[in-house]
């Protein structure tokens, strides 16, 4: 693939896998891509979660063949590997028939452990490790619109893994993770966060509402957690 960048700040969009939750009572933001949303819109790049227990895959196509998004990330599974795939393989039907010459990346545990799998069968990019510097930077160089292949655009870009010209997997080790950074991600951006906690509030509450009133109750019940 080569990039063909417009020189203007790309639009993000960041998924959870596709797993399904048994506990109806139990949702949660996703906070590892809360966080890197926060670090990019922080850098200047618009940025939107889609987390698969509360937003609608079928609006996210229509999003991607609408030309929406120039970046497609997920955090990927491995016990759901078969559904991510298969949406990967969706993502990009819709993101051809919008004309846009997307990236798709794939980050996450089972990413960097199965990183031929995933570059041969439906990514572009898998970011590793610590990703709050990393993903600004790719879409910084995406927006520079350097010509050339994803190898040569990205081959000397730390975190990242990436297949050459030869299909042989290019893995660029990630930048250790030291004390100041640490403090950065998991305390400084997080008190600067706007958390999207009432959005699965209201999502578990009308769940839960549907599911304790369906035999006429007049009232709804409230979980909390201490």
Not at 78 to 101: M, T
Request: glycine share 6%; with cysteine; hydrophobic share 35%.
């Amino acid at each position: 693939m080569k990039l063909v960048g417009n020189h203007k700040k790309p639009s993000i969009v960041l998924m959870t896998s596709k797993c399904d939750r048994l506990a109806h009572d139990s949702v949660a933001p996703a906070m590892g891509l809360i966080r890197l949303r926060h670090a990019a819109t922080k850098r200047g790049y618009p940025c939107e979660v889609l987390d698969f227990q509360v937003n609608s895959e079928e609006q996210l196509l229509r999003d991607v063949e609408n030309g929406k998004y120039d970046i497609i990330g997920q955090s990927v599974s491995h016990w759901n590997i078969l559904d991510d795939l298969d949406l990967h393989w969706k993502l990009r039907d819709a993101a051809e028939k919008s004309g846009k010459k997307c990236l798709f990346l794939a980050g996450g545990n089972p990413a960097t452990q199965e990183t031929e799998l995933w570059l041969n069968c439906a990514v572009d990019l898998i970011a590793m490790g610590f990703c709050e510097d990393t993903l600004p930077e790719i879409a910084e160089r995406y927006s520079e619109g350097r010509p050339g292949p994803i190898w040569d655009v990205y081959k000397d870009l730390d975190g990242v893994s990436f297949l050459n010209e030869a299909g042989l997997v290019v893995r660029n080790d990630a930048r250790l993770l030291t004390e100041e950074k640490f403090v950065e991600y998991s305390y400084t951006h997080d008190m600067e966060m706007n958390n999207p906690y009432p959005v699965y509030w209201e999502h578990v509450s009308q769940r839960m509402s549907s599911l304790l009133n369906m035999n006429g109750r007049s009232y709804i019940v409230e979980n909390g957690r201490l």
